[in-house]
C-alpha cells in the first residue's frame, strides 16, 4: 500500500485534533484575560469604600479603647487611692508612736 496516498487526510486530521486544543486555550486565554481586567476595575472601584470602612473602624477602635480605659481607670485608682492612705497612715502612726 502506499502511504502517500493517505498522507493528505493524515495532515487534515492532525489539523482537525489540533483545532479543538487550540479554541480552548485561547478561550481560556480570554477569559483570563477580561478576569484580570474586571479584578483591576473592581479594586479601583472598591478601594475608596474600603478606606472609609477602615477609617470608621479605626475611629471606633480608638473610642473603645479610650472607654475601656476610662472605665478600668477606676478600680485601679481607688486601690491605688487605697494603699497610698494605707501607707501613709501607717507611717503617720509609726512617727506618733515613736517608732
Given at each position: 500500500m502506499d502511504w502517500?496516498?493517505?498522507a493528505p487526510w493524515r495532515d487534515l486530521s492532525l489539523i482537525y485534533l489540533l483545532i479543538f486544543p487550540m479554541v480552548v486555550t485561547l478561550a481560556i486565554a480570554v477569559g483570563l484575560f477580561y478576569a484580570v481586567?474586571?479584578?483591576?476595575f473592581l479594586?479601583?472601584?472598591i478601594k475608596t469604600p474600603l478606606l472609609y470602612a477602615q477609617v470608621w473602624a479605626l475611629r471606633i477602635q480608638h473610642s473603645t479603647t479610650r472607654?475601656?480605659?476610662a472605665i478600668a481607670e477606676v478600680?485601679?485608682?481607688l486601690h491605688s487611692n487605697g494603699e497610698q492612705t494605707r501607707v501613709v497612715l501607717r507611717?503617720?502612726?509609726?512617727?506618733l508612736?515613736?517608732?
Open positions: 502517500t496516498i493517505l481586567r474586571g479584578i483591576r479594586n479601583r472601584w472607654t475601656s480605659n478600680p485601679i485608682r507611717g503617720v502612726i509609726d512617727y508612736q515613736n517608732k
